[in-house]
């Protein structure tokens, strides 16, 4: 009988330890919510952040959602759970996972052509045009340079922009690299479209917004406008904080245009953390949750974050809209979003079933990541770990020297004492290129202006027949000019903004 006898005490005993251990992980959960938002209140503090929204959510469930500071220093409006900020960049999961939705349908597949959702589609180079893939778009691998200048307030629509592609030089051999590039994602939102017959904003609003319950997440900047509770974007400048204007991304938008609160990401979060479900509804089949998330291109460190540095990963890749990397032996996937005055990052560490989204007002306030890695910490059995606030701003402050160096490094190329080679009326009119479209120059109140699309700016002789332009908003900064003159002494074309712009206006 003494089986039994100890069988029945080990029931007993596991009777009475069962609800101390469910008492003892609540009050553990309470104690890393205090813990983190002490975290949270003092590096917001420290960074000099304007306005900040967190959520963690841990086996499903939102442990932790809060605001801090002010969504708009003119007004002073306190951030909450519910504030909404630009999301930036991490709008790309959800267009990848658009995408998914349509391949669980049976309409597209990951390695499907462009061409052949996207007829008119087009790159420089032929065999890219007839290769490229829907997976290539999400990858970042199809060759091309960055372009942002071509949608980055410019006004032009989303057709435009896609057309002007080919027009994008190549910077590396097709599928031999990575460089991140925003337009392809545009071309992804392409394919949403000519797929499923609705516009991308009206399809990740039907499909992924009202499913979760996202009730106050909006596809798009316009979509913004008269809402209570939105953030401003801000800037520090010369050590003053200033309110910005929004850049809007909707041209571009299943790159980066959803505007969304810390709260509403929770329940994106509980989606991707989980095999595609969400409370009971089945949003993505298994096998294509999965797919966005397994690694698909290597990334060198030196074209990774700055935070290797720290985090001294074995390996850095890309998967379907999310960087990963090892952290502390944990498979790690993650985006940021920045786009003027505004900064994301969202972070999940799928084997534990816990998620982190951080969102600011502040251009590039990089206590982002050290709030996702606190919180890993925190809620990942590591409450005494690595002080990642203090550690990463110092980090940041020594690129911020090093940049501010750099930069007094090229004004000191500067050759003093030299005038432009001809008189200012020589150097205005208009200058073209396929991609970007024309530059004009004008001689106003004996001072040359510089005007591409909606940018525009006065331009200041530096030396010989180079000129910088100075942005007309000042966080911006800013642009070299170089002028170049036939025999005959006219102005035939000016290099900016890493292209030959030729005088005449586009045919």
Do not use: C
């Amino acid at each position: 009988m003494r089986p039994l006898r100890n069988l029945l005490l080990a029931a007993i005993a596991l009777a009475l330890v069962a609800p101390l251990s469910a008492a003892a992980q609540k009050a553990t959960a309470q104690g890393h919510s205090a813990a983190f938002d002490a975290y949270v209140t003092q590096a917001v503090e420290d960074w000099g952040a304007v306005g900040l929204a967190v959520a963690v959510v841990k086996e499903g469930e939102l442990v932790f959602a809060k605001g801090y500071g002010t969504s708009d220093i003119n007004t002073g409006a306190a951030v909450d759970e519910h504030t909404l900020f630009a999301i930036g960049s991490t709008t790309k999961a959800i267009t990848a996972a658009a995408l998914g939705i349509l391949r669980d349908e049976g309409k597209l597949d990951w390695d499907d052509r462009v061409t052949d959702h996207v007829p008119g589609f087009e790159l420089s180079d032929p065999y890219v045009t007839r290769e490229l893939t829907i997976r290539d778009l999400l990858t970042h691998r199809a060759g091309l340079g960055n372009a942002d200048l071509l949608w980055y307030r410019t006004g032009r629509s989303a057709q435009d922009i896609i057309e002007r592609a080919r027009y994008i030089d190549p910077a590396y051999s097709f599928r031999s690299g990575y460089t991140y590039q925003n337009i392809m994602y545009a071309t992804a939102g392409a394919v949403v479209e000519a797929v499923s017959g609705q516009s991308w904003d009206d399809f990740v609003s039907e499909r992924i917004f009202v499913p979760l319950g996202m009730d106050g997440t909006v596809p798009l900047l316009a979509n913004t406008l008269g809402r209570d509770n939105v953030a401003a974007p801000h800037y520090r400048i010369d050590g003053e904080l200033v309110r910005a204007d929004n850049a809007s991304v909707d041209a571009v938008a299943p790159a980066g245009s959803v505007w969304s609160s810390v709260a509403d990401m929770s329940r994106w979060m509980r989606l991707m953390l989980s095999d595609g479900e969400f409370n009971g509804v089945r949003i993505l089949e298994p096998e294509t949750h999965a797919e966005l998330l397994r690694p698909q291109i290597v990334i060198p460190p030196g074209q990774f974050y700055p935070t290797v540095r720290l985090t001294q990963p074995r390996w850095t890749t890309y998967a379907l809209a999310w960087f990963q990397h090892d952290y502390d032996g944990r498979f790690v996937s993650f985006h940021t979003g920045s786009i003027d005055g505004m900064v994301a990052i969202n972070g999940l560490l799928p084997d534990e079933n816990l998620g982190v989204y951080v969102l600011g007002n502040l251009d590039h306030v990089e206590v982002r990541h050290a709030l996702m890695y606190k919180a890993f910490d925190l809620w990942g059995g590591k409450p005494d770990g690595r002080d990642w606030s203090t550690d990463l701003l110092e980090l940041y402050d020594g690129i911020h020297a090093q940049g501010e160096a750099a930069a007094s490094a090229l004004r000191k190329m500067r050759v003093e004492g030299t005038s432009p080679s001809h008189a200012l009326e020589a150097y205005a009119g208009t200058y073209s290129d396929p991609l970007y479209g024309d530059i004009v120059i004008e001689l106003q109140d004996n001072a040359l202006t510089f005007q591409v699309a909606e940018l525009g700016g006065g331009v200041e002789h530096w030396h010989y027949d180079t000129f910088v332009v100075n942005w007309a908003r000042p966080w911006m900064g800013q642009a070299p000019v170089t002028f170049s003159f036939d025999a005959a002494g006219t102005a035939i074309s000016l290099d900016a903004m890493g292209r030959t712009f030729h005088r005449g206006p586009a045919q």
